[in-house]
């Protein structure tokens, strides 16, 4: 599945800051976080520049479940 047309913000919220701070706060480099989740490093460095125009829910959820977060948390920055 793809996510398609996908807004980058959410409540004023760009994914990118979320998931670019998320990853500090674990303080992981680009490649720890993919190695732990199995997402390619230069993907997240494109979503992490605000490229997650076409990003795969399944990719999505591996990068959660790496960074111990709920995908919403991943998107709107909150603990929900």
Avoid: F
Wanted: positive net charge; hydrophobic residues 30%.
């Amino acid at each position: 599945c793809v996510i398609t047309k996908y807004k980058s913000t959410y409540c004023g919220k760009t994914v990118d800051n979320v998931l670019k701070r998320l990853r500090k706060e674990r303080r992981y480099t680009l490649l720890e976080l993919s190695k732990r989740s199995g997402v390619h490093w230069r993907t997240l460095q494109v979503w992490e520049r605000g490229g997650l125009g076409r990003a795969k829910l399944c990719n999505l959820k591996k990068v959660a479940d790496a960074l111990e977060c709920s995908i919403d948390e991943l998107i709107d920055g909150e603990d929900l």
